[in-house]
């Protein structure tokens, strides 16, 4: 059981998405970040789609309830325990009567916090994840608020292996964690300025040669006015050829639509089922990560990419989370 003393700025719980149900209007939603999720679950001996909390901007103080193993991935929330930084990236050992801090984010804007065992919310619609303006899944449809209590799972498998070594191993800091890490190059790079890997979206060729050029060569800036459905941005104006009506047709994470008054918004985990405004490019899967960090005042740039290129680079980020699930199984088998 974990006690929420503090809530944070938007604390929830999320897992990799809520499937099949768009045809009825219900979102897939998820995290907004689903590397820093996957690998925070491998790190407590998680299937990656287990639900992990996370944590926006400004995190939470949580109370442990009883002994605990956990991940904290994705941005840096300043955790800590007794004024103590909690390590990031490995998997940590808290005692009961510990109380987890985090703090403003010094890199990045989410972190994700996994529990080895599992947040034990209820399954609605064969997904954990919170679907905020629909208040269903997480913990009661909401984001955590002071006072709320999560339940946790029984470590299984790796995790009880994970639980079990760390558990028994001696240190005088108020939490114990491995002598290993994961490697650095599977770290994501945070900054202020990322760069994007964009496909052309549907409706690229409406647009102008000069707003095509444009959205390639110049920086936008992600606006204050941004959150889990979409991130609207300021930079250069893109217009199209000729003003034309569009029918609404599917969109997805990651989608860059352009409404009339010519900044682009791109659609977040919690973007609509449907859009109807020009689509002039597509971010690539691999690049979730940096967009899901990226927060008001952050500058991104796009580089094009074709869909061969974005598959191959899935296929190589898979194969390398591939091989640390197989080397976290090794070192506490």
Known sequence: MITVMKAGLQDTIQDLGRYGYQKFGVIVGGVMDPYSHRIANLLVGNEEHMATLEMTLVGPHLLMEQDLVIAICGG??????????????KPVFV???????????????????????????????????????????????????????LATGKPLGIGAFVYKRLQTSEVSLPFR?????????????????????????????????ESQQRFWQEPFTVSSQSDRMG??????TLTLKVSAELVSEAVTYGSIQVPSDGNPIILAADKQTTGGYPKIGQIA?????????????????FTEVTIEQSQLLVAMQEMSLKALRAAIENKFR
């Not at 890199?107 to 919310?121: E, I, N, P, T």
């Not at 991130?231 to 250069?236: D, K, N, Q």
């Not at 691999?286 to 952050?298: C, I, P, S, Y």
């Open 76 to 89: 840096d929330l300043q955790p800590s325990i007794d004024g103590e930084r909690v390590p990031m990236w």
């Open 95 to 149: 005692q009961k009567g510990s109380v987890v801090k985090f703090g403003a984010a010094l890199a990045g804007s989410r972190a994700y916090l996994a529990v080895a065992g599992g947040f034990d919310v209820p399954d609605v619609l064969n997904s954990r994840t919170t679907y905020l303006k629909a208040r269903i899944g997480g913990y009661e449809g909401r984001a955590l608020k002071k006072a709320d209590k």
């Open 177 to 209: 964690s491995t002598d290993w890490k994961i490697a650095s190059k599977l770290l994501p790079n945070l900054s202020k300025h990322y760069e994007i890997r964009v496909m052309r979206g549907r409706q690229y060729d409406l647009f102008t040669e």
């Open 231 to 236: 991130y609207r941005m300021s930079g250069p």
């Open 285 to 301: 899967s691999v690049n979730f990560t940096k967009l899901a960090q990226a927060k008001a005042g952050d500058q991104l740039t």
